[in-house]
């Protein structure tokens, strides 16, 4: 690894104003993905800004009217320990708690797991499916991007020079609402996703109301499929429109072949578990009456 | 035999090292320091087969930092055949050498070809980086059956093949052809009912020991070089060190520092010439860190391979023949462990028709090394598989069908020896009569496997000093690098014969300069070989302790007795404490020596047993439960033997079901980190389950067989067996991972893909 320069500003001012001068510059919050990479020269900075000291970028807060504000450094830990979370949004707690291990998990945040951009990452497809949006600011101003159009492509993210993301907005939830991620991998921790399935529904009188599903590790970024979702809207819950949305989810599925798996494998597994995850969303919405 | 009691031999008494290592304060080797120490890099080859054409170091040499640069030109010239014994076997000095640093070719991707000393090690690396290497890039293979095919790129211009032990001169990637034959292989087939007969392929996978390999080396201006760094075996870092650099091994001390893990891949030396040449070069110690990549890219893995086994029994169960086709990659330079292979493959039955081959392949990987019963999991893995299948059509019980052809004392194995006194009825016994196999395994999607193993174990010379302090306890001084809690397990053996308890001796484990030839932390055999070497110390201090209690009261030496610690003679009697503290004047210091070479070497058999579950929609198994069944002669410290146990099950269970070298077409190993090299963790494994038989060895003075091998050889057997029963079709290749798994699915049911 070579050397580089290391920061910790404290003001959001103060941290955009350091990016804008060091186009070169990388952000740090838990560094789980960037330490990585630089260690393996897969990327090279002269200058490191650590974001873990700036408040606005560690705030975790919620309230029914703007839903859960989750700051863009806030550690997995903190946000599957907090309690608005677990209330509100248990899925997000779920998937906080499987990103990594316990070392892992108190340093790494779910906003680096989105900037990263990994096709694999856990999180995304979860904050599709809860219709996240992300806060982005520069030191010339602020704006919203809907989290389906953040990844662009593997490592690549939708912010434009100096941007950086502030934070994480998520709906509270409607009645009837339910949701869940699910990944497969061949250990039960410490692995990266051959598939994962995010899906939230809301439920009304026994009758999809609403359902947004996104994929992982199948496309060259975390991929919302919403045929998938809106196939279901106004279908009954029952094994039959779950296996229908299933077979939309495997058939936008456009994965490689890897060493985490081939081509029919991975679409078979988008399948399997878009069914999954729909049950388990069904489940906690109709546990949650 | 009946059975001795003891006092100390059998018990769990707390490890010696436990404070050091649970605190933090024990010292590996990523921890020295030395005042002025300088820090290394090796530069790797990015291609697994090339030709070097040029190096030039030239802006690494001059770059800010950098102490020196050495390359396979800065070992001394020597005679070109010279063969050296690096403690496996004889080698070429040449293939020794260029395995340290690249010789005219690179044969592996991670392959080393210059390292570079600098002020820390990311300026060294950097440096690394501006070294200039033209490399020729060579068409690569991969597997034993596509590098024995006729046009198949040739790795050693000067390996000739041996063929049934007569050297061919044919240039070949084969390295050897061996065969062992017993009675009439045609005659057996043609004289049984039911014949089956499988081919099995098996990945490349890694000890995954967490310490990655370290050295620091100091040439000295005297000339001597000490070398303080992480290894299995001191005295094979020394001996290999000094023929490499091509010195009297007089000039080479080795400290071992605490090791993390080796289950053989800490055997062979990578870093310390190197370190070494460095430090000559500079003058100034220096320390070299192994990343994991290189670990796993350059670094011994066990054999990938390719297997046929054919078996045939009678209606009522006798097997009539059994054939196995045995070819194993190498990795870069001969050596497969294919010939432990042949020798365990049928080691469990009694058998009158036996042909085994063996055929040593070299590929473009990484050299391979020991891993816990080299070459034994493989051939299990494929002899179990079909032995399993046998038991399915004969309608028999596969414990059933084993235990009827079991071997026992007097049966001769295809490759020669004769089992004296061994337990493999008893391992499959005790399996029988497990409470895991009696109980019944519910559940769809559910299945049960077993299998039995075996491992030959080593003996190889010991050493072990003992000083008695006046204070009535003893310093115990041993070569033995401690990986698996053998500080205590070799100072119970001198506890007992002396009378004392185990934390009464405190074992030191010292340089190559301070204790006698001590062989490797390896083959099964320190608690029984370095046990002896103690046990003959002890031996040796009650007979001096003897004459000074004689000396005391005026009696011949010969009246006096020892028993659990106390000397008497015609009525007197003093405890070793008292007569401890007495002994500066009875005549000063008494120092017990024991040095073996022992012969009486028993082999272990362990079984295991496994239930799973398998996702039919995944693939995905489960290990719902998991018993290792062995015998250890005798539990010297059951908790250590149920680690062993344990351990090699979990090692195992990981190779079965996903650990392996997933290579590119060109040879680039695409999960070289612990994230995508899937081991098994916690989260994967229940507890597993232990049951320890013992039948004492006749060849060890406490019964001791050594038990850190066999218990790895018949998981993934065991697990196969277990998955075949719940899906009803059979993996013949590893890892059975979920996509594999999913195929196998797939391929069985009619109905199309989901
Ligand atoms: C052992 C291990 C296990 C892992 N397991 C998983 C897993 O199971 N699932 C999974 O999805 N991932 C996993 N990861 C990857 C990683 O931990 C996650 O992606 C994590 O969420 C990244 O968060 P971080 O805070 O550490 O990001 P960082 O490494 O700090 O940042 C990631 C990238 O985003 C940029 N960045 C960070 N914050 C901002 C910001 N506010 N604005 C703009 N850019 C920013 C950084 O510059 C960097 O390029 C694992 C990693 C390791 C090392």
Wanted: hydrophobic share 40%; proline share 6%.
């Amino acid at each position: 690894m070579k050397w580089f320069d290391y920061q910790a500003p404290t003001t959001l001012a103060n941290t955009l104003a350091l990016f804008d001068s060091h186009p070169g510059a990388y952000l740090l919050a838990g560094g789980t993905d960037l330490l990585v990479q630089l260690r393996a020269g897969r990327k090279q900075t002269d200058l490191v800004l650590d974001i873990k000291h700036v408040a606005e970028l560690n705030e975790i807060s919620f309230d029914v009217a703007d839903g859960l504000t989750l700051g863009a450094a806030v550690s997995c830990a903190q946000t599957y320990e907090n309690a608005a979370v677990k209330t509100h949004h248990p899925s997000l707690a779920e998937v906080a708690s499987i990103i990594g291990g316990i070392q892992i998990q108190g340093r790494a945040s779910i906003g680096g797991n989105l900037c990263n951009a990994a096709p694999s990452a856990d999180a995304i497809p979860l904050l599709i499916a809860l219709s996240a949006k992300c806060r982005v600011a520069s030191s010339k101003g602020e704006r919203q991007i809907a989290v389906e159009d953040f990844c662009i492509a593997p490592g690549k993210n939708a912010m434009l020079p100096g941007e950086i993301l502030v934070s994480l907005h998520l709906p509270a939830p409607k009645k009837g609402s339910g949701a869940s991620y699910l990944r497969f991998t061949p250990r039960n921790e410490m692995d990266i996703a051959v598939a994962g399935v995010g899906a939230s529904i809301v439920l009304e009188g026994g009758v999809f109301k609403h359902a947004r599903i996104a994929l992982a590790s199948v496309a060259p970024r975390p991929l919302f499929v919403p045929v998938a979702g809106d196939s279901l809207i106004g279908k009954p819950v029952n094994v039959e429109s779950i296996e229908a949305a299933a077979e939309l989810a495997k058939g936008a599925a456009t994965p490689i072949t890897d060493m985490r798996g081939t081509v029919e494998y991975r679409r078979h597994l988008c399948a399997v578990l878009t069914k999954r995850a729909l049950e388990a969303a069904v489940k906690q919405a109709q546990e949650a009456k | 035999m009946s059975t001795p009691s003891y006092s100390v031999i059998g018990t769990r008494p707390i490890r010696h090292d436990g404070a050091d290592k649970v605190t933090g304060r024990a010292i590996y080797g990523a921890d020295f320091q030395m005042a002025g120490m300088l820090h290394g890099f090796i530069l790797r080859s990015p291609h697994a087969h090339a030709r070097i054409k040029r190096i030039d170091t030239s802006k690494a040499e001059v770059f800010p930092g950098v102490n020196a640069v050495v390359t396979t030109k800065d070992f001394p010239a020597v005679d070109d055949s010279k063969i050296v014994d690096l403690g496996e076997g004889n080698t070429p000095l040449r293939w020794a050498r260029s395995n340290v640093l690249a010789d005219g070719k690179v044969l592996y991707r991670g392959h080393a070809v210059a390292a570079v000393a600098a002020v820390n090690a990311h300026v060294a690396e950097e440096a690394a980086g501006l070294i200039e290497v033209e490399y020729e890039v060579l068409p690569c293979v991969l597997t034993a059956p596509e590098a024995m095919k006729p046009d198949a790129p040739i790795l050693h211009q000067d390996l000739k093949m041996k063929e049934l032990g007569e050297t061919t001169g044919k240039v070949s990637n084969v390295a050897e052809h061996f065969r062992h034959v017993m009675g009439d292989i045609e005659a057996g087939f043609a004289a049984a009912d039911v014949v089956v007969e499988r081919e099995f392929n098996t990945a490349t996978v890694h000890q995954g020991y967490i310490e990655p390999h370290n050295a620091t080396a100091l040439w000295n201006n005297d000339g001597r070089i000490s070398i303080w760094c992480s290894t299995q075996g001191s005295f094979v870092v020394r001996d290999a060190t000094a023929a490499i650099l091509d010195i009297p091994v007089s000039q080479v001390k080795v400290t071992p520092m605490e090791i993390g893990g080796g289950f053989g891949g800490k055997i062979p030396v990578y870093m310390e010439p190197v370190a070494a040449l460095l430090s000559k070069k500079t003058g100034r110690p220096v320390k070299i860190l192994m990343p994991r990549q290189a670990v796993f890219e350059a670094t011994g893995p066990t054999p990938g391979s390719y297997m046929k086994v054919k078996v045939g029994a009678k209606k009522d169960g006798t097997i009539t023949a059994a054939q196995a086709y045995l070819a194993f990659e190498a990795g870069a330079y001969p050596g497969a462990m294919v010939g432990p292979a042949g020798m365990t493959v049928f080691a469990a039955y009694d058998l009158a028709n036996v042909t085994i081959d063996g055929y040593d392949v070299v590929v473009n990987k990484p050299s391979t090394a020991a891993y816990r019963a080299p070459g034994a999991p493989n051939a299990a893995f494929a002899a179990e598989s079909v032995i399993d299948e046998l038991a399915l059509k004969l309608g028999m019980d596969p414990l059933d069908l084993r235990l009827k052809n079991a071997a026992k004392e007097g049966t001769r194995r295809a490759d020669g020896p004769k089992f004296r006194r061994i337990g493999c009825v008893e391992v499959l016994e005790a399996m029988k009569n497990s409470e895991h196999y009696k109980s019944p395994l519910e559940g769809s999607n559910r299945g049960r496997g077993v299998a039995i193993g075996f491992w030959f174990n080593v003996g190889l010379p010991s050493s072990c000093t003992l000083n008695v302090t006046a204070d009535g306890t003893v310093n115990l001084i041993e070569g033995s690098t401690d990986i698996g809690g053998t500080r205590t397990s070799i100072a119970m053996q001198a506890a007992e014969v002396l009378g004392l308890k185990s934390e009464d001796i405190h074992p030191t484990v010292v340089d190559t300069d301070s204790i006698g030839f001590t062989g490797v932390t390896g083959g099964s055999r320190t608690t029984f070989a370095t046990g002896w070497a103690a046990y003959e110390a002890a031996q040796d201090v009650v007979r001096q302790m003897k004459e000074r209690a004689a000396k005391i009261w005026d009696v011949p030496s010969e009246t006096v007795e020892q028993a659990g610690g106390v000397y008497r003679s015609n009525g007197h009697s003093i405890g070793f404490k008292e007569l401890a503290a007495r002994i500066g004047e009875t005549g000063g210091p008494i120092v017990g020596r024991g040095a073996v070479n022992p012969r009486g070497v028993g082999g272990s058999f362990a079984g295991a047993i496994v239930d799973v579950a398998v996702d039919p929609e995944t693939g995905k198994t489960t290990i719902l439960r998991f018993t290792s069944i062995q015998d250890a002669g005798k539990a010297i410290h059951p908790a250590y033997v149920e680690g062993q146990m344990q351990g090699g099950s979990v090692q195992g269970i990981g190779w079965a079901l996903n650990e392996e070298y997933f290579m590119s077409g060109d040879g680039r190993m695409m999960n070289s980190s612990f994230l995508d090299y899937r081991m098994p963790t916690a989260l994967d494994l229940p507890m597993i389950e232990t049951i320890i038989v013992e039948v004492p060895n006749p060849g060890h003075p406490f019964g001791v067989r050594g038990v850190g091998e066999a218990n790895i050889v018949p998981p993934q057997a065991a697990v196969a067996n277990a998955i075949a029963h719940a899906i009803g079709t059979r993996l013949t290749r590893l890892p059975m991972n979920p996509p594999a798994v999913m195929e196998a699915i797939w391929q069985k049911s009619t109905s199309p893909r989901s």
